[in-house]
């Protein structure tokens, strides 16, 4: 009896690897399986992001004031269309690691926005560090280190990883689709 029920146990972890597979573009495929088929039921629904993004009002902004929480509300401005149920996590030395890809990081604050669900690729995280961090060399290192196909059966090509700073804030956003959005209402923070 035991071992029918490891060949079961066996058969059902095969299948559940093979149907989230290695493959970057089952997100593409996905989406093309999605149009196909609300063209065919003559409906269609517009899932692209508006041309404008982020903050549009003449709000002014000092990043030096806000908090990186706050931060992360502003770079999700304008795009209630397109941006998933998100939860804010706190950054610690001790699940750094997850979130950017360095063990032990130490900032002055750090918070990760991330998808609820977790077969969705998306994580903005936003960090502010110490006067006198070598940011560029920090950028760089996050950029090198951080793992893009983190979730379960889904992740983010390489060249959609962004990683900036404004100051001494850095932001690294993981979003297949609307990274350029999320990072274009980040660069607005500098004005």
């Given at each position: 009896?035991?071992?029918?029920?490891?060949?079961?146990?066996?058969?059902?972890?095969?299948?559940?690897?093979?149907?989230?597979?290695?493959?970057?573009?089952?997100?593409?495929?996905?989406?093309?399986?999605?149009?196909?088929?609300?063209?065919?039921?003559?409906?269609?629904?517009?899932?692209?992001?508006?041309?404008?993004?982020?903050?549009?009002?003449?709000?002014?902004?000092n990043i030096d004031e806000?908090?990186?929480?706050?931060?992360?509300?502003?770079?999700?401005?304008?795009?209630?269309?397109?941006?998933?149920?998100?939860?804010?996590?706190?950054?610690?030395?001790?699940?750094?690691?997850?979130?950017?890809?360095?063990?032990?990081?130490?900032?002055?604050?750090?918070?990760?926005?991330?998808?609820?669900?977790?077969?969705?690729?998306?994580?903005?995280?936003?960090?502010?560090f110490a006067e006198g961090?070598?940011?560029?060399?920090?950028?760089?290192?996050?950029?090198?280190?951080?793992?893009?196909?983190?979730?379960?059966?889904?992740?983010?090509?390489?060249?959609?990883?962004?990683?900036?700073?404004?100051?001494?804030?850095?932001?690294?956003?993981?979003?297949?689709?609307?990274?350029?959005?999320?990072?274009?209402?980040?660069?607005?923070?500098?004005?």
């Open positions: 009896m035991k071992k029918f029920a490891v060949i079961i146990l066996a058969l059902a972890l095969a299948l559940g690897m093979t149907s989230c597979g290695n493959n970057k573009n089952d997100a593409a495929d996905t989406t093309a399986e999605t149009t196909t088929a609300a063209t065919t039921a003559d409906t269609t629904t517009d899932t692209t992001a508006p041309e404008t993004t982020a903050a549009e009002d003449d709000t002014v902004y806000m908090s990186c929480e706050d931060i992360v509300g502003v770079i999700y401005k304008g795009s209630d269309e397109y941006a998933p149920m998100t939860g804010i996590t706190e950054i610690t030395p001790d699940n750094s690691e997850y979130y950017v890809g360095i063990a032990n990081l130490e900032t002055e604050q750090a918070v990760a926005s991330e998808a609820m669900i977790s077969s969705i690729a998306h994580s903005i995280v936003v960090m502010r961090t070598d940011i560029d060399a920090m950028k760089t290192d996050i950029k090198a280190k951080v793992n893009p196909r983190k979730w379960i059966c889904v992740g983010v090509d390489d060249d959609k990883v962004i990683v900036d700073s404004i100051g001494n804030v850095v932001v690294l956003i993981l979003d297949q689709e609307y990274g350029e959005n999320y990072h274009a209402n980040f660069l607005k923070l500098a004005k």
